[in-house]
Nanobody, 122 residues
């Protein structure tokens, strides 16, 4: 059974930083694409960042324009964990952040974590 557990959310002032973690179990982690999405109150869920295989040991990284240059996604396959380092946070980054996963080559994200709240105060 696939399980994704996020951690690292919290309250931070504008300009501050947070690091989110997503621990995966029940999967061969290196063969799964990982992504972060977020959903703010009253808004639809939106894509934040994703990592997918580009070679045997290499991965592509994709970011939404709204976080590019401020957020960094990476993965530690030895720990079955994906991370999202969020710097220069803005009030508009306030949302529930979700980790998601799909098998490499899959068309949609099948597995989701429970979400972690990130609140950025102005």
């Amino acid at each position: 059974q696939v399980q994704l557990v996020e951690s690292g959310g919290g309250l931070v002032q504008a300009g501050g930083s947070l690091r989110l973690s997503c621990a995966a179990s029940g999967v061969t982690f290196s063969n799964y694409a990982m992504a972060w999405f977020r959903q703010a109150p009253g808004k639809e869920r939106e894509f934040v960042a994703a990592t997918r295989k580009s070679g045997i040991m290499t991965y592509y990284l994709d970011y939404s324009d709204s976080v590019k240059g401020r957020f960094t996604l990476w993965r530690d396959n030895g720990k079955n964990t994906a991370y999202l380092q969020m710097n220069s946070l803005r009030p508009e980054d306030t949302a529930v952040y979700y980790c998601a996963s799909r098998p490499e080559g899959g068309s949609k994200y099948d597995y989701w974590g429970q979400g972690t709240q990130v609140t950025v105060s102005s």
